[in-house]
């Protein structure tokens, strides 16, 4: 089974070389890594031509933002199992993805896997939160759980099927994506107990209170357009089980 891990970038060239490494590390083949660079001007180019011979695909180009470059980064793999990695991320240890592949081969009727998540300071020198996940589906997103994104490896026919993010949601499109592929399509996943992913604070979603209710905007977006019974409870909800994190 070869897998695809998809790390989108734009000047990140404090950060890109421990996500690299940690794929390149991975004790699992064949792995197929695809970066998608939306034109970065620092040296975030220069690191990753380091690394040059383990990059299937590398693309360096303007974008519409983050989703756009990962919707570019899904249309040029070819895995059975698609992830995403952003460049601030990095995966826990070198068997992370041997056991995506296993749970995979294990469950054989699944079409996804997820796992848990930390939040880390940007200088990796401590857990903020510890995102903790459980076997769940397409009953419990309606009360406000969802997969780490991070952590969600997607059969490649179903972006075929089902459709890549979409690009008005803003920074909830990670979120219509889960809500539309467990809810709408009812997908078959597979919780994997396993520290999957370290992720670096500090993201879009979070810098201020405006990004703070940009998001809430935009989760409430996604929430409707998926026909989410009671979408402002379960939007309640989805943030209050982030308390037990800290």
């Known amino acids: ?6 790390t989108v970038v734009y000047n990140a060239e404090l950060y890109i070389k421990d996500c690299i490494e940690s794929i390149i590390k991975q004790s699992y083949n064949p792995i197929e890594y695809v970066i998608v660079d939306g034109g970065s001007t620092d040296q975030t180019m220069n690191i990753i031509q380091q690394y040059k011979k383990h990059i299937t695909h590398l693309i360096s180009e303007k974008d519409k933002g983050l989703y756009d470059a990962i919707n570019k980064g899904i249309n040029l793999a070819s895995g059975e199992v698609i992830g995403i990695l952003n460049a ?22 699944t079409e996804a896997v997820y796992g848990d998540l930390n939040y880390i300071k940007p200088d990796k020198s401590k857990i903020v939160r ?4 459980r076997q769940a589906g397409f009953t419990e997103i309606v009360k406000g759980w969802m997969p780490a994104h991070p952590t969600l490896y997607i059969k490649r026919e179903l972006f ?16 219509d994506l889960i809500l539309r592929f467990f809810h709408t399509y009812k997908l078959k996943a597979t919780y994997l107990p396993l520290l999957m992913v370290n992720m670096r604070t500090g993201g879009a979603s979070n810098k201020n209170i405006a990004s703070l209710l940009n998001a809430l905007k935009n989760d409430y977006k996604a929430l409707k357009r998926n026909k989410i019974p009671n979408p402002i409870w379960v939007l309640f909800k989805k943030k209050l089980s982030k308390l037990s994190q800290f």
């Open 130 to 133: 510890q995102w903790r996940s």
């Open 160 to 175: 075929i099927s089902n459709g890549n993010y979409a690009l008005d949601m803003g920074t909830a499109a990670d979120y």
């Open 88 to 109: 601030d991320d990095m995966l826990v240890g070198n068997n992370v993805i041997a056991e995506v592949a296993k749970a995979f081969v294990i469950q054989s009727e």
């Open 1 to 6: 089974m070869k897998i695809s891990i998809i």
